[in-house]
């Protein structure tokens, strides 16, 4: 077959023409993105508070595939960071707290050896074993606490979840969103 048959054939069969030039523009467009970076082409549907956490330039435009690995280990930093910062000042605190504790003791034991000296000495040492009594820890105190800190991680580590879930299905994050939205009016 020459060319000059292939031109006739193609003259006289418009339908032929019509598949060739289909075929060749699919080929050229098929050659057009193989050169393109498909994953700038791919919307991630993220948190918006999750984008802004991390300083995304734009949250309300959201981010592409290709920026979503670089986001997602600076979500991981920015949580891992507060998660630290969070735990630094629930040890300075409860090192505040057991300076009181021993403070209050102190006191207390000073005022037992010197109070029975005084007139109405008694009444001075019930008052202040009262006091120190309200800034001790309570029978079960450590369970409570224990309790807090562990509901309160379990509820963080739930948090982190459901943001990268939605961020990691768009379908299942709009309707999360819906949801969040009717619970915060109710």
Not at 51 to 58: E, F, K, P, R
Not at 140 to 150: P, W
Not at 170 to 183: G, I, M, T, Y
Request: net charge negative; glycine share 6%.
């Amino acid at each position: 077959m020459n060319l000059d048959s292939l031109k006739n054939a193609i003259k006289s069969n418009p339908a032929l023409a019509a598949s060739l030039a289909a075929l060749l523009l699919a080929c050229l467009a098929l050659a057009f993105a193989q050169g393109c970076d498909m994953r700038r082409m791919v919307k991630v549907d993220a948190p918006k508070d999750l984008l802004s956490a991390v300083d995304v330039s734009d949250p309300a435009e959201g981010i592409t595939l290709a920026e979503a690995d670089a986001v997602w280990a600076d979500w991981t930093a920015w949580v891992n960071e507060r998660s630290t910062r969070f735990r630094r000042a629930v040890d300075d605190a409860e090192g505040r707290y057991a300076t009181l504790e021993s403070l209050v003791n102190l006191g207390l034991d000073a005022a037992n050896t010197a109070a029975p000296s005084l007139p109405g000495g008694a009444f001075l040492v019930g008052g202040l074993s009262l006091l120190t009594g309200l800034m001790l820890k309570r029978p079960g105190e450590d369970k409570r606490v224990f309790a807090e800190k562990k509901d309160s991680y379990n509820a963080g580590i739930e948090e982190g979840k459901r943001l990268v879930l939605e961020a990691l299905n768009p379908a299942r994050s709009s309707a999360a969103q819906v949801a969040s939205l009717s619970r915060h009016e109710a």
